[in-house]
């Protein structure tokens, strides 16, 4: 065998094995999202989680504009990213004298994510961005109101030992408390912010 062939093996070789761990990963992060489809006008509602300072309900909030992520603090990228584009959009708001807004990060990993810590981890980017969690039927519960399902996937070989794959996306919710439009997590601060001026 000429060494053009053994390379184009070793190639192949490769090209199998990551199919693999991306399709093992693709069935791990996905499968506890095959729930039973729910249309927008069923989605939301007042609820109450956790905070450092106590119990908080999304009804305190009325009167003020809000957008929610549902994510976890060992989260790599997405999550850190997504409440980075959430304090910017908070930020641009406020340049433009609009200051009657609140972010909710929405922990998806209660058993790791306290509400001591989350509010450390939240004030790092806007101190109006408030940390929620909550017991594991809580905060499951709250996260099938909104559409949101979320899995854990077993990482044995890791210090983490789990992650947690989860759907990625902000909820804009308006004065009265309602849920008014879903955005990907792809959203840019600038579009986040204007949605936020078009429901006001």
Request: charge should be negative.
């Amino acid at each position: 065998m000429n060494t053009k062939s053994k390379t184009l093996m070793v190639l192949f070789a490769g090209l199998l094995c990551i199919g693999s761990l991306l399709t093992f990963y693709f069935l791990n992060s996905t499968k506890d999202f095959n729930q039973p489809a729910r249309t927008f006008d069923e989605l939301g509602g007042d609820f109450t989680l956790e905070s450092y300072r106590g119990d908080v309900s999304l009804s305190e909030f009325k009167g003020k504009f809000g957008i929610m992520y549902f994510g976890y603090m060992s989260c790599a990228e997405v999550c850190p990213n997504s409440l980075m584009v959430m304090s910017f959009a908070m930020q641009k708001l406020e340049e433009a004298g609009i200051d009657n807004t609140y972010g909710l990060f929405v922990s998806v990993d209660p058993l790791r994510d306290t509400s001591d810590r989350m509010k450390e981890f939240t004030d790092y980017f806007h101190p109006r961005i408030l940390g929620l969690t909550g017991d594991a039927d809580a905060v499951r519960e709250v996260s099938a109101q909104y559409g949101v399902y979320y899995d854990e996937s077993d990482l044995s070989d890791s210090f983490m030992e789990y992650s947690v794959s989860h759907a990625s996306r902000f909820y804009i919710v308006n004065a009265n408390g309602d849920l008014v439009k879903t955005m990907s997590h792809t959203t840019t601060s600038n579009e986040l912010a204007a949605q936020i001026k078009e429901i006001m």
